[in-house]
């Protein structure tokens, strides 16, 4: 039952480049929040975040942000410091997560297959070290960023060539093998996987653009996928989600190369999935018959501290 007298301090926006997605998400969970009854106060995330939050003396922190400083263990951490229970994952599962390369580690050391890669320097892509040890198509994506921010798809043939620029701020990027297919999504609470979306962006692939602009890609709900790969992605996104030490709830992503080897691919784990009107996870829920506004009291009520 809802508690119409907690405290909700609402944390988004923030520092990161997926700040408009973080305002987005924090937004509707705003109106979810309102609806419930909540007390709430909205905070934008910047370096006095400390001193807001002892002004505001929440009962929970809902962290809305995405990114760098809020799904990384920064924020879990200060929060930690600061005795306030706080929703989605601690700090190492967060920081885990947030580090791809890391977590792809831990992936595969539980059976879960990914894509072959190495980590790679800036200096090693613009100076052409990546091309002289893979060959084309491959991935090249910053080890510690979401929502596709910064990912580079190079094709057989094409002639793209990567910038300074396109590289963005990002040191460390993992290299990988662009694996052919469908992409697939799978939504996890801490009680098991809910269901496998597949997207079909209309052009390119399934980038910030094509995540975040309506009509940009068709959601397909269930996945139509075969029985078998629609269970093991199940299995391997909740899998993902316990061995991380994740909580609430999580998103992994995947590949399906149907008509190559017939494997998935698990690409990564999300600890903050967006809850903007084109998100995933609230999509996959209100198929299983969740509501957004369960969704966010499930949050708020398995806020805590620890890990």
Do not use: W
């Not at 929060?79 to 595969?108: C, N, R, W």
């Not at 100076?127 to 057989?156: C, F, T, W």
């Amino acid at each position: 039952m809802t508690n119409n007298k907690k405290h909700v301090a609402l944390i988004m926006g923030g520092l990161s480049s997926e700040r408009e997605v973080s305002l987005s998400s924090g937004n509707a969970v705003y109106n979810a929040l309102t609806t419930l009854g909540y007390k709430i106060t909205k905070i934008d995330m910047g370096r006095d975040i400390a001193l807001k939050l002892a002004e505001a003396k929440p009962d929970v922190v809902y962290n809305a942000l995405h990114g760098t400083y809020g799904e990384d263990g920064c924020l879990q951490g200060l929060l930690e410091i600061m005795a306030i229970p706080y929703t989605h994952s601690g700090v190492m599962a967060s920081a885990i997560a947030m580090d791809k390369k890391q977590a792809k580690h831990i992936f595969e050391a539980v059976g879960i297959t990914c894509a072959d890669g190495f980590e790679a320097t800036r200096e090693d892509i613009l100076n052409g070290v990546v091309e002289d040890k893979i060959a084309r198509p491959y991935v090249i994506k910053p080890v510690a960023e979401g929502s596709s921010v910064g990912v580079h798809v190079m094709l057989q043939g094409a002639n793209k060539i990567i910038t300074d620029t396109d590289l963005g701020r990002t040191s460390r990027f993992l290299v990988e093998k662009f694996i052919p297919g469908k992409e697939l999504s799978v939504a996890a609470m801490d009680s098991g996987a809910l269901g496998v979306i597949e997207l079909k962006p209309m052009d390119g692939f399934y980038d910030y653009t094509n995540k975040y602009t309506d009509g940009k890609t068709v959601h397909i709900m269930p996945a139509e996928i075969p029985k078998n790969i629609y269970e093991q992605a199940m299995h391997n996104a909740y899998l993902a989600h316990i061995t991380l030490g994740c909580r609430g709830i999580s998103r992994s992503d995947f590949r399906y190369d149907e008509n190559g080897d017939g494997k998935i691919y698990m690409l990564e784990l999300n600890t903050h999935p967006g809850f903007t009107p084109l998100s995933l996870v609230p999509e996959i829920a209100g198929y299983k018959g969740i509501s957004f506004k369960d969704l966010v009291e499930y949050l708020v009520n398995g806020a805590k501290c620890g890990a």
